[in-house]
């Protein structure tokens, strides 16, 4: 069972940047893809990034492509989102999400992580 912990949110002004991290443990995370996930107040959660398990292919949202990195280390086992040029519509509850490196569906996720930018 992988187990999944977020940490790094705040609140930040906006054009600020904040870096979340994801911790790991329980499971294979060398062959496991890893994603960000976030889910504004009122709204569905949505898809943020994702990197492949071989950290060889990463995807974006088109939103938060060229402000936001996702990154790993493997050796550490983590997982991090860093967010530039944040914006107030960036508010949300950021989630790390991980799933099997052939499987569709994200299988385990985090508890989330709140991220509120003020105008």
């Known amino acids: 069972q992988v187990q999944l912990v977020e940490s790094g949110g705040g609140l930040v002004q906006a054009g600020g940047s904040l870096r979340l ?5 329980g499971g294979t995370f ?3 893809d890893m ?3 976030r889910q504004a107040p009122g709204k569905e959660r949505e898809f943020v990034a994702a990197t492949s398990w071989s950290a060889a292919v990463t ?12 990154s790993r280390d493997s050796a550490k086992n983590l ?6 040029s944040l914006k107030p519509e960036d508010t949300a509850v950021y989630y ?7 499987s569709v ?9 709140q991220v509120t930018v003020s105008s």
């Open 21 to 25: 991290s994801c911790a790991a443990s």
């Open 96 to 102: 790390c999400a991980a799933r099997n490196a052939r």
């Open 30 to 32: 060398s062959s496991s």
């Open 105 to 113: 569906t994200w299988q385990y996720w985090g508890q989330g992580a």
């Open 35 to 37: 994603g960000w996930f």
């Open 79 to 84: 997982v991090y989102l860093q967010m530039n």
């Open 59 to 70: 995807s974006y949202a088109d939103s938060v492509r060229g402000r936001f990195t996702i």
